[in-house]
């Protein structure tokens, strides 16, 4: 059982030098503050050292995660428009009721059309998690999706984004997320969730959540921490969320966990 967020912290502080020991070499050049991720994630030095491998082995049978392409909107003019076109997006000092990390989607502004693949939106996905997993509030509390599905049409999916995603998320990412809830779910992607999720663990199935109203959402979500769109008062300009996290690139302040992963 995760402890209290008070205790958490100083659990995980406790735990790095022991954590770093057993990662031996392969934790050189990994900052220290990319290793807390996983002490956060999990407070036992076996279990943070085996999600680091399990990254670390999935980016090698997966190359296309992290090296063949740097995981930086810098050096990826198609990671940074995938970005940019507020597929899925994680305004700064947002969350949710139980202190949670805050991500909207909007699947509707995924065109597919442009020449995007199923690899290019995962990597889009994996980047803004990459992201609010350096926040403070995720370590300690988590992660709620919030996904608004309204006018999505077949353009904006592709079936193999799902399972790429799932796959390179769960299993993986030091990340805990709490819940994940839709809103407007189509019929066909109703259909499609229960095809892919009878791979997911029950843990993962139970954290999904179809509504058919703003009620559920207002359960979990304070309005003010909401959308404009949806009766909120946040306001996003994502595309300057994009220009400076590509300074942070540049300057060198930026924890990823692509830092785990040597390349050649």
Sequence with gaps: MTPPPEE???????????LKEKLGTDAEGVSDATLMKFLMWKP???????????????????????????????????????????VLVAPEGITAKDGSTLMFGRLRNNDMSDGRTAEDVVR????????????????????????????????NIHVSIPKILFRAIFGHFPLRITAVYVLNAPLFIRGLFKVVSLTFPAKVRARMHF??????????????????????????DQKQWVESHIKREENGSMESLADCVKTE
Aim: net charge negative.
């Design 124 to 155: 889009m996905v994996m980047y803004t998690m990459d992201r609010v997993l350096e926040r403070e509030s995720t370590q300690l509390h988590g992660l709620t999706i919030f996904h608004d599905m309204k006018d999505v049409g077949q353009n």
């Design 211 to 236: 509504v058919t109203d703003m009620d559920a959402i207002l359960n979990v979500i304070d309005q003010d921490n909401l959308l404009e769109e949806h009766g909120g008062k946040v306001q996003h």
């Design 44 to 86: 036992s030095v076996d279990r943070a050292e085996g999600r680091f491998r399990d990254l670390v082995n999935w980016s090698k049978e997966n190359p296309w995660a992290f090296a063949s392409t740097p995981l930086m909107a810098s050096k990826d003019d198609t990671l940074r428009r995938v970005l940019e076109s507020e």
């Design 8 to 18: 958490l912290k100083a659990k995980a502080t406790e735990l790095l030098p022991a």
